[in-house]
Each structure stands twice: as C-alpha cells, then as structure tokens.
C-alpha cells in the first residue's frame, strides 16, 4: 500500500501575529448545535503565537466520501490512543473558524485504511468506517478527536490525513453534504514517538518496513507548518497514549 499519488503541492508562510496580539484573537460565532467538539474532554492546545498558513497536500488514494460526523472514530481498533486538539484559524487575520468540519482518516495499527483492507497484506474484516470521521469545530475554532496512533504501510511514514471544510449541512444518517473544503493536508509524529510506539503490540505485530520521518517524500521538515504534531504524554507510560495538538492556518477566501 503507497500512496503513489500523494505529492506535495504549494506553500507560503505568512506570519500575522506575535504575543499580546495572538492572546487577543477573535472568537467566531457559536457552532451549530450539532456533534461536534467534546468540551468536557477537553485537551490541552498550544497558543498560536504565529498564524502561519499550514502547507497544503494531496489527499492521497485512500479517501472515502460521506465521512461520520463523529469524536471518536476509533470503532474499537486496537492501539495506543490518540487525543486530537486541531485548532481551525483563518491564516490572515487569526480569527478561530467555528462550526468547521475537520475530518481525519489514517490506518490502523497494521497499515490498513478502511475500505481498502489488504492492500498492506492483512485479511480481516473491513467496513469501510474506521479510522474515518470528522467533528465540527467549537467557538474557539478547536476541533477534538478520539482515534489511535496509526500504524505504517509501505513507501509512507506514520501520518494522519485532514480535511477542513466549512458550511457543511448535517445529514440524518451521521455524515454531512455540501460546504467547500478549504484545506487538505497530513499531519506528522516526531520519530522518536513512534520508535516507541512501534515496540509494542499490536504495532509491533506490523513487519512491513517502516520509512521514517527523514526518509518519507511527503513530510519536508518544515515542522508545524508542514503538519507536525506536538505530542504530550497521557501517562506515565508510551501504552498510555497521547494528546496531539496543532493550529491549521487555513486559507478562507
């Protein structure tokens, strides 16, 4: 399973506010009354001292449409867990994006996406849903998430898909229609993480050769801005899983 497909597209940076002035940024309207963020789980989320625009990237082979408007999106995957904390802001003004739909999709510990089970050399079951969902953002523009550390599949390093769309309409079967999708990227883990993480089963169970952060043709270093992680322990142990934090400085017009 490699994404043959995925290739980086353009980037710009911009850098809008430092210090008091990201302390200042403006809260959007209320969310619609809808699934959307847990606000009693609530994770930690790093301040944006800089609104920087997050690189853009091919959503790769394995999209689905009609993605479950959902926190948890676990559907009893084994593996270590993952607390998301996406923060939605506007790249130009800093303002949090509420209300917008962020969706995640990944593999599983073995490398298998849902939908496309056995393209990594495992058979089970497969119904098309795991790993896949999305939540709409609360009035601070945080999107949280519930799902696992995901696994690896040839040619790609560890890594989450994102989509950021807005002016969604919620459906009555879960999912959502319409809007206009405003961001497409990955996100990234630290290797040294997933060294650890990939000692432990059922991680450790996954024999395809694992590409590193370094070596992986998407991923070009460029650290947040490229969709890379900062990850804080959930215990004392790696089993214990992590919270993943992230502001995506998307572009709105």
């Known amino acids: 399973m490699t994404d043959t497909s995925e290739t980086p597209l353009g980037r ?5 506010a430092t210090g008091a002035t990201a302390a200042a940024l403006v809260v959007g309207a209320a969310a619609p009354e809808a699934p959307t963020t847990d606000t009693a789980d ?3 989320v790093a301040a944006a001292a800089v609104c920087t625009l997050t690189k853009k990237l091919t959503e790769g082979p394995y999209y689905l449409d009609g993605a479950l408007v959902r926190a948890d999106v676990t559907e009893g995957k084994a593996g270590i867990p993952l607390k998301l904390a996406l923060t939605v802001v506007d790249d130009d003004t800093c303002a949090p994006l509420s209300g917008a739909l962020v969706e995640i999709w990944h593999s599983d510990a073995l490398g298998e996406y849902s939908g496309f089970v056995g393209n990594n050399g495992h058979s089970e079951p497969d119904d098309g849903t ?5 939540v709409l953002s609360g009035t601070d523009g ?9 696994g690896w599949y040839r040619g790609r390093c560890v890594h989450i898909h994102v989509k950021v769309h807005t002016g969604v309409t919620l459906t009555s079967d879960g999912s959502f229609t319409g809007g ?9 883990i630290n290797e040294t993480i997933t060294v650890a993480v990939a000692k432990l089963s059922p991680y450790s ?3 395809v050769t694992r590409t590193t952060l370094a070596q992986d043709s998407i991923y070009d270093d460029g650290g947040a801005a490229s969709g890379l992680l900062t ?14 934090t992230l502001t995506l400085g998307v572009e709105t017009s």
């Open 12 to 16: 710009r940076t911009v850098l809008i």
């Open 42 to 44: 609530a994770t930690p």
């Open 130 to 134: 795991f790993l896949r969902g999305g």
């Open 142 to 150: 945080v999107a949280h998430l519930t799902t696992i550390y995901p």
């Open 180 to 188: 206009r999708e405003i961001h497409t990227g990955q996100l990234f």
């Open 205 to 207: 169970t996954n024999t």
């Open 231 to 244: 990850l804080t322990p959930l215990g004392s142990t790696t089993a214990s899983g992590y919270t993943g």
